[in-house]
T-cell receptor, first 115, second 111 residues
């Protein structure tokens, strides 16, 4: 079946502009996660959703970052007034539920470059 | 604060060799540990998930072990092939719903 998809695959934007990154999880997966992978760094957790609810937003790097999920499916990560340090690969993952027994399935990522 | 370390950072081996990748974590109170591979420019592919109550998991030529008390996991790859070349990441889930990732081991298997 279809896996996690993300769009766009690549995004180049000018410093100060807003960007929206989209994640389509596997159908039926209620849990959704966003991570960031900066060059030479490990993966950094940003936020998770159970259904449309995001109980813990403490991983978001600053108040320029926000995320929402609608209909328990598609999620959008928005970065306002982008900075060069926001350049990274943004990865989305989903799992059937939040339970620890479930694997996380990752999408191919969106490579964001802020010039 | 949970920290995950992977050793070695890079590894180059001839085809056919058996190899072991290491992952260590500082807080033994984990729910599970997951091993992934990442190919250049691609997302992560899940390889094995070990629950905290388990000691090992096997899938084909891959075997992952978990020793929670010592904060260690190993990924054993038997009879390595050039197609195994990738970055291998381990991630632990502890306390919350997020994974803490190591920085990975870059593996190159030479034909």
């Amino acid at each position: 079946g279809a896996g996690v998809s993300q769009s766009p695959s690549n995004k180049v934007t000018e410093k100060g502009k807003d960007v929206e990154l989209r994640c389509d999880p596997i159908s039926g997966h209620t849990a959704l996660y966003w991570y960031r992978q900066s060059l030479g760094q490990g993966l950094e957790f940003l936020i998770y959703f159970q259904g449309n609810s995001a109980p813990d937003k403490s991983g978001l790097p600053s108040d320029r970052f926000s995320a929402e999920r609608t209909g328990g499916s598609v999620s959008t990560l928005t970065i306002q007034r982008t900075q060069q340090e926001d350049s990274a690969v943004y990865l989305c993952a989903s799992s059937p539920s939040l339970g620890a027994e479930y694997e996380q399935y990752f999408g191919p990522g969106t490579r964001l470059t802020v010039t | 604060k949970q920290e995950v370390t992977q050793i070695p950072a890079a590894l180059s081996v001839p085809e056919g060799e058996n190899l072991v990748l290491n992952c260590s974590f500082t807080d033994s109170a984990i729910y599970n540990l997951q091993w992934f591979r990442q190919d250049p420019g691609k997302g992560l592919t899940s390889l094995l998930l070990i629950q905290s109550s388990q000691r090992e998991q096997t899938s084909g030529r891959l075997n992952a072990s978990l020793d929670k008390s010592s904060g260690r996991s190993t990924l054993y790859i038997a009879a390595s092939q050039p197609g195994d070349s990738a970055t291998y990441l381990c991630a632990v889930r502890s306390g919350t719903y997020k994974y803490i990732f190591g920085t990975g081991t870059r593996l190159k298997v030479l034909a």
